[in-house]
Structure formats: C-alpha cells, structure tokens
C-alpha cells in the first residue's frame, strides 16, 4: 500500500497541495493497476488528514478534484467485491478495507474543512461551498455505515453523533433543502444535505442482519431517488409521522412508539414513500421493465419483488408488534455444524443408515413409501430384511456455542476467524448435544457482537430428514447428456435431501444443489434401493447454491 522510494530519487509534490498539483499527479497513476492506484489514492488523503498544515482553499480544491477522479475507481472496486460473494477470507478482507478506507479518509478530510469553517467562518476555505462540502460529508459517512452493514456490524456512536451535528450544522445554516450536484457529472440529479442523511437513516433500519450486501446496495441506489419523498419536521403529527431521529442521541432512527418531543428530535413520515413502492409493485406485476421505473438495470424478478416488500415491510407507516410464531428461550449447549449440500447430505444419510440399522421405528424406505404413498409396499417389506452398511464419512465439524433455541430454530455465537464460509442463506446441518440426529437449517440473520465473535440466527428447514439419490429420467436429463446418459455413457444422478410434508403444512420438498434444478424435470427418487418418480416443480426456497423445490408424482406414474 505504501510507496518506499530509493535514496536519492525526487519525491513527488504533494497532491492536496493545489489544483494543478493534483491533476498532475492523477495523471501519472498506473492506469493498467486499479489497486494500486485506488492504494495510492487513500494513502495521499491519509497523509494530508495526518498534517496540520493551513486548510487553504487551495488544498480543498485539491482535495474535491481527487475525490472527482478518483471515484470511478472506488466504484469498480465496489462492483468487484459485491459480485464475489464467496471470496476468500483473505482476498474479502483487502478488498473491504480498501473500500472503506477510502470512504473514511475522505469523509475525514471533507470534515476537517467544515470544523475548520465553525473555528473561523469569516476566512474558512469552504465558505464560498459550503453545502456542497457538507453534502459529501455527509454522503460518505453514509456510504462508510453501509460498508460496515456488509459485514454486519452496527455504526458506532461516535459516528452517529457526528453525522446528527452536520445535519444540525445544515439547519443552523439554512442550506440542509438546499439542492447542490453531488459531482458534475451526476447525471443532473440533485440531492441535499437533508436527502443525504434521510438516506442513511432510512438505510440502518434495514440493517436488521437479514439481507445480503447485494440487496443492501440496491436499496441504497433506490434512496438516492427515493429520499426526496421524505421531509424532516419540528414538531411531531401522530396522524402523519412515524419516524423520529434525535439529533443528540449517540445512535439512530427510531419508530415512534410513544408521544416523544424535543428541541432536538426531527419527525418524517412514509406514507408517500410507501405509495410509491406499491405503484412499482403494481407496474411491475403488470409487465412493466424495471429500468424504466428507476430500479436499476440489475434489478430482476421475481426477486425484486421480493425485496421491494420486504423493503415496504420494514418502512411501513406503522407496524404492529407481531408475537413470535415460537418462543424463543435461552438454552446453552454446544451445537455440531456441517456446511453445503453434500456434507449436510452425508449426515443425514448416516443418520437414516444407523436408523435402519438399528431397527428404530420405520426404516428409511418404508418412511418414503408411507410420505409417497401413504404405506408401505411389499417390495420395502422384503428388502428391510436386507442388512445395511452405513458409509463413514470425514467431514469437517465445528462446533458452536448455542444461545437459544425456539421450536423454529437456534441462535448461536461463532468465533468470526473461523467461519470463512458463513453467510446470509448458507444449508448447515445441525446436531444438538441434546439430540440424536442431524437437522437441517439455513443461516437467517448475522450479526457481530464483539471484535471476533458474531451472532448466527438458523430457521429449521427439517428436524427429521432422508437423504436421496437422484437418477435423471430419459428426456428430463440435462443439456449435456444424451437420453439420461451422461458423455460417459453413465445415467446422471444427483444428490438431494428429502423433506415430508408436516400436517397441512405444503407439500413433499427436495433441498438440491441449484444447478440441477429444471421445472418439469423427473427423477427417479432412490432411497436404498427403490426408486420413486417425482417430478420438480415450484421453487419453494432459495439459497446461495442450493433451492428446496416441491414435489409431484409424474401424471404417467399415478395413472400407471
């Protein structure tokens, strides 16, 4: 990150020290290296935030013409770590860092020029721009808590109070309405120091640990529109307001519960905002393209649709406290962990081996007929006489520290320098010390406690399971295979975690890896020995590589 020069070469002059300075020295920026360039960047702000020279107006004109040119390469690293995922832990931990230390060091330097101007507002170099320096202020102090939500980690109190006295400091000033471009080449689009807190405040009430970075940048991107239907008020309207901020409070927004008031409480509603949301929903419902509606050329449905009521959900005007479906109680014990499709697969299939084995109830088989057909067949009668042989399986276990427990799932605390694998929609395969066989679960909520350690929320997917085998079906096989053969000549087969319908409760499922999955497509359904035809239909559940998909008997084998 840091350039060491050899003894006796020139240094070169310092970038913030004016206009032409800084444009020279953007000039001579590897242009074929984005990381080291966007290094070089952040280390040239860091070392002007670090010197106490005069804040010219030179120096901030400097400084705001980096900022400019610059951005671009902030955004390409920004798209890079949004469409990777699943990155290693090492590469996601650079790539962060880089991005927020560049959020940080300009948030720092544009808030050094506005202290500079409340010291001494006759001769402050940002008097003549002054709503445009606190408007990125306070834009990336925003972007800066976003960062943080993509690793699920709550804003600090320092920070909240300082981004509520630039909002307190536009107000004093008279300019917090008062619409400035962002940048020139922002496309037209105005926005106002009062648009760029709206939006931050508006943002940490989705930071609920429950969406993932992709959906966070996409609401943001939505607000920058968005936040124009929202308007701070003094005094408080229970007929119109819902939300209130206090601007002295070491945190952020918060519903209105009770009747609050104050000289530094700020109000707003969503109605308007709401309507909005629901107008898209219709349009697009309707056909509409969501481009045209300002969604982004990113935005894809159905998913879209999804986010945009969870969206709708979360910014209600008012929400009712909704008793949990289970309550939730403490409950320490330790909880044995696996990961992915094929390593929760083999312990389920362990478990409904050793349960065969042990002549425990119905067998594996018969447990399939029953779910299938509602009995057992003569053939499953005759096989269960045939002995089976459990599969050892090495597979990597951790083991973590259950918090709670519900009937609907467990929360947990994790050792965050070992869990490079753990996100937002992860199948995990769960085994209580309490209990005697695996279940399976998908990874709901996250959230970081202390310096390492970080809350897991798991909704229950199957407390009781079977692990299948799938043989694709002459004219259901994928597009590289040839009447249900593979190029090698072998039938295609699959694995998949077979879940029974509860009582009333939907239909037979299947949780698969997501690259099998076609609708329509048939299976023969193999669970130690026989098999069984289903065909896939709907997408009950999505996660990061794999779905649960409902099941139907084909046509042909019920009338067979």
């Given at each position: 990150?840091?350039?060491?020069?050899?003894?006796?070469?020139?240094?070169?002059?310092?970038?913030?020290?004016?206009?032409?300075?800084?444009?020279?020295?953007?000039?001579?920026?590897?242009?074929?290296?984005?990381?080291?360039?966007?290094?070089?960047?952040?280390?040239s702000v860091a070392r002007f935030n670090q010197q106490d020279g005069p804040l010219s107006a030179e120096r901030l004109e400097a400084?705001?013409?980096?900022?400019?040119?610059?951005?671009?390469?902030?955004?390409?690293?920004?798209?890079?770590?949004?469409?990777?995922?699943?990155?290693?832990?090492?590469?996601?931990?650079?790539?962060?860092?880089?991005?927020?230390?560049?959020?940080?060091?300009?948030?720092?330097?544009?808030?050094?020029?506005?202290?500079?101007?409340?010291?001494?507002?006759?001769?402050?170099?940002?008097?003549?721009?002054?709503?445009?320096?606190?408007?990125?202020?306070?834009?990336?102090?925003?972007?800066?808590?976003?960062?943080?939500?993509?690793?699920?980690?709550?804003?600090?109190?320092?920070?909240?109070?300082?981004?509520?006295?630039?909002?307190?400091?536009?107000?004093?000033?008279?300019?917090?309405?008062?619409?400035?471009?962002?940048?020139?080449?922002?496309?037209?689009?105005?926005?106002?120091?009062?648009?760029?807190?709206?939006?931050?405040?508006?943002?940490?009430?989705?930071?609920?640990?429950?969406?993932?970075?992709?959906?966070?940048?996409?609401?943001?991107?939505?607000?920058?529109?968005?936040?124009?239907?929202?308007?701070?008020?003094?005094?408080?309207?229970?007929?119109?307001?819902?939300?209130?901020?206090?601007?002295?409070?070491?945190?952020?927004?918060?519903?209105?519960?009770?009747?609050?008031?104050?000289?530094?409480?700020?109000?707003?509603?969503?109605?308007?905002?709401?309507?909005?949301?629901?107008?898209?929903?219709?349009?697009?419902?309707?056909?509409?393209?969501?481009?045209?509606?300002?969604?982004?050329?990113?935005?894809?449905?159905?998913?879209?649709?999804?986010?945009?009521?969870?969206?709708?959900?979360?910014?209600?005007?008012?929400?009712?406290?909704?008793?949990?479906?289970?309550?939730?109680?403490?409950?320490?014990?330790?909880?044995?962990?696996?990961?992915?499709?094929?390593?929760?697969?083999?312990?389920?299939?362990?478990?409904?081996?050793?349960?065969?084995?042990?002549?425990?109830?119905?067998?594996?088989?018969?447990?399939?007929?029953?779910?299938?057909?509602?009995?057992?067949?003569?053939?499953?009668?005759?096989?269960?006489?045939?002995?089976?042989?459990?599969?050892?399986?090495?597979?990597?276990?951790?083991?973590?520290?259950?918090?709670?427990?519900?009937?609907?799932?467990?929360?947990?605390?994790?050792?965050?320098?070992?869990?490079?694998?753990?996100?937002?929609?992860?199948?995990?395969?769960?085994?209580?010390?309490?209990?005697?066989?695996?279940?399976?679960?998908?990874?709901?909520?996250?959230?970081?406690?202390?310096?390492?350690?970080?809350?897991?929320?798991?909704?229950?997917?199957?407390?009781?399971?079977?692990?299948?085998t799938l043989r694709a079906r002459e004219g259901h096989a994928p597009t590289y295979a040839t009447k249900g053969a593979d190029e090698?000549?072998?039938?295609?087969?699959?694995?998949?975690?077979?879940?029974?319908?509860?009582?009333?409760?939907?239909?037979?499922?299947?949780?698969?890896?997501?690259?099998?999955?076609?609708?329509?497509?048939?299976?023969?359904?193999?669970?130690?020995?026989?098999?069984?035809?289903?065909?896939?239909?709907?997408?009950?559940?999505?996660?990061?590589?794999?779905?649960?998909?409902?099941?139907?008997?084909?046509?042909?084998?019920?009338?067979?």
């Amino acid at each position: 990150m840091f350039e060491f020069l050899p003894f006796g070469r020139k240094k070169s002059a310092d970038p913030l020290s004016g206009l032409d300075a800084a444009t020279r020295w953007l000039s001579e920026l590897p242009a074929g290296d984005l990381h080291a360039s966007h290094d070089r960047v952040v280390e040239s702000v860091a070392r002007f935030n670090q010197q106490d020279g005069p804040l010219s107006a030179e120096r901030l004109e400097a400084l705001m013409h980096l900022d400019q040119h610059s951005r671009r390469t902030q955004e390409a690293l920004c798209r890079q770590y949004l469409l990777n995922p699943r990155m290693p832990r090492a590469m996601e931990s650079r790539l962060w860092n880089m991005v927020y230390a560049y959020y940080w060091e300009f948030t720092r330097g544009y808030h050094a020029f506005l202290m500079d101007y409340v010291a001494r507002p006759a001769a402050a170099a940002a008097k003549p721009v002054l709503p445009l320096v606190t408007a990125r202020a306070m834009h990336y102090f925003a972007m800066g808590f976003k960062w943080r939500y993509f690793r699920f980690e709550r804003v600090d109190e320092k920070s909240w109070k300082r981004l509520h006295n630039l909002y307190r400091f536009a107000e004093f000033s008279g300019f917090e309405r008062v619409a400035t471009a962002l940048y020139p080449d922002s496309d037209g689009r105005d926005t106002s120091c009062a648009e760029q807190y709206a939006q931050a405040l508006m943002l940490d009430f989705l930071h609920s640990g429950s969406l993932f970075p992709r959906q966070m940048e996409t609401v943001s991107g939505w607000l920058c529109s968005w936040s124009r239907t929202l308007e701070f008020e003094r005094r408080y309207d229970p007929g119109r307001h819902g939300f209130y901020v206090d601007l002295g409070a070491a945190r952020g927004a918060r519903r209105v519960r009770r009747p609050v008031d104050g000289d530094k409480c700020r109000y707003w509603g969503t109605h308007g905002l709401i309507a909005l949301i629901e107008q898209m929903r219709g349009a697009l419902r309707a056909g509409e393209i969501p481009a045209r509606l300002g969604l982004g050329e990113d935005c894809r449905l159905p998913a879209c649709l999804d986010l945009l009521e969870e969206v709708a959900r979360q910014w209600a005007p008012t929400v009712p406290r909704v008793r949990r479906r289970h309550e939730r109680r403490r409950a320490v014990q330790m909880l044995e962990v696996v990961q992915g499709v094929r390593d929760v697969f083999s312990q389920i299939k362990a478990d409904n081996d050793s349960a065969e084995e042990e002549g425990d109830g119905l067998s594996y088989e018969e447990m399939v007929d029953v779910h299938l057909y509602g009995f057992v067949t003569k053939r499953t009668q005759d096989k269960r006489k045939l002995p089976g042989k459990p599969i050892p399986q090495e597979i990597p276990r951790e083991r973590w520290v259950m918090e709670n427990e519900s009937l609907g799932g467990y929360g947990a605390t994790v050792d965050r320098t070992q869990d490079d694998w753990l996100r937002l929609g992860r199948l995990v395969g769960l085994k209580p010390e309490r209990k005697s066989s695996w279940q399976v679960a998908v990874v709901r909520r996250l959230a970081q406690q202390a310096a390492n350690l970080r809350y897991v929320g798991m909704e229950i997917l199957a407390h009781r399971a079977l692990a299948v085998t799938l043989r694709a079906r002459e004219g259901h096989a994928p597009t590289y295979a040839t009447k249900g053969a593979d190029e090698a000549g072998t039938v295609h087969t699959a694995l998949g975690i077979y879940v029974p319908a509860e009582a009333g409760n939907g239909p037979c499922s299947l949780i698969m890896e997501a690259a099998e999955y076609a609708a329509g497509r048939v299976f023969d359904m193999v669970g130690g020995g026989k098999p069984h035809a289903v065909r896939l239909t709907e997408i009950l559940l999505k996660g990061d590589d794999w779905l649960q998909v409902a099941l139907e008997e084909p046509a042909r084998d019920r009338t067979g």
